[in-house]
């Protein structure tokens, strides 16, 4: 009989809570059959829009929370304070086993501190990151850390690096992940304290395939499976990343309306431009795993539409079937490089 995968979502977080949370939803029960979503929200508001939705089945539940963390209140006191709010119950349910997964699209801080006071991290892990899939030419990157910990230390980007490797191999199916160290250059000697003091240990850490220093404009290429760097440099290039690819969409088809020769020619390459475009759009990729934890955290923009939030919930399926907590826990706990 097949195991059925709770997932718990904060049907209040994001921007366009909670009618995108709500659809969302209901596509990802909608495709499988083996997932039970718990709407964690206020219980009229969250009922509502499921009845608009017309939702009437029995994989969907409501969870009632009072209470909503925003995004400009402090992390920690909100963590604390707001006992009844969706992060925290949702966390909760986690933390005792009534749900194998909890996803937001709410306020980063108080996921990350959630994550780590709340769910608590794998023993032996120093530092959760936050590991976001990114598109690339040949296929998808995770980039790890990319907002979790902004002065991260060389130890922490090596767990980063094992972590990160095991997502790609078991979640992604790349064998043999290739693991690189954002860098101002190829040459080992480059970069600043933290890279030269990191480089050295990737470079002999026998648990990854480390391929050296990638380079940002290397990144799109694909050069590497798993790009590793401290939270202040990987949202970066994740927030680069992400206004680059928009601009290019906005300015292509802009381009592409000009004139009656340029329309004629947008609506036959219309087919091949719209697949182009969906394989580096991020929604198709879900959000980002907390990874590191005893249970799994998932951070989704937070802008997510119900297409972003849908693909969030199902790739909650395949980390709990492959183990992936099991895994780090396994590797990191025997870890030789594992800080003293």
Known sequence: ???????????MGGDNAPAEIVKGAIEAVTLRQDIKVYLVGQQDVVKEELAKNSYTG????????????ETAEPPVMAIRKKKQSSIVIGMNMVKQQEADAFVSAGSSGAILVGGQVIVGRIKGVERPPLAPLIPTEKGVSLLIDCGANVDARASHLVQFAKMGSIYMENVMGVKNPKVAIVNIGAEEEKGNALVKETFPLLKNCPDINFVGSIEAREIPHGEADVIVCEAF????????????????????KQGMMT?????????????????????????????????????????THGNSKAKEVCTSIIQCVTFKEQEINEKIRKNIGTSPMEEE
């Open 233 to 252: 440099v990987g949202n970066v290039i994740l927030k680069l990343y992400e206004g680059v690819g928009s601009t290019l969409v906005s300015k292509v």
């Open 1 to 11: 009989m097949q195991e059925t995968i709770k997932v718990a979502v904060d049907a």
């Open 58 to 69: 029995s994989q969907i539940e409501v969870v009632h929370a009072d209470e909503v963390i």
């Open 259 to 299: 004139t009656l020769r340029s329309k004629i020619g947008a609506l036959l390459v219309k087919p091949a431009l719209k697949k182009t475009l969906k394989s580096f759009d991020a929604s198709e990729y879900g959000g980002a795993p907390l990874l590191g934890l005893n249970g799994l955290v998932v951070k």
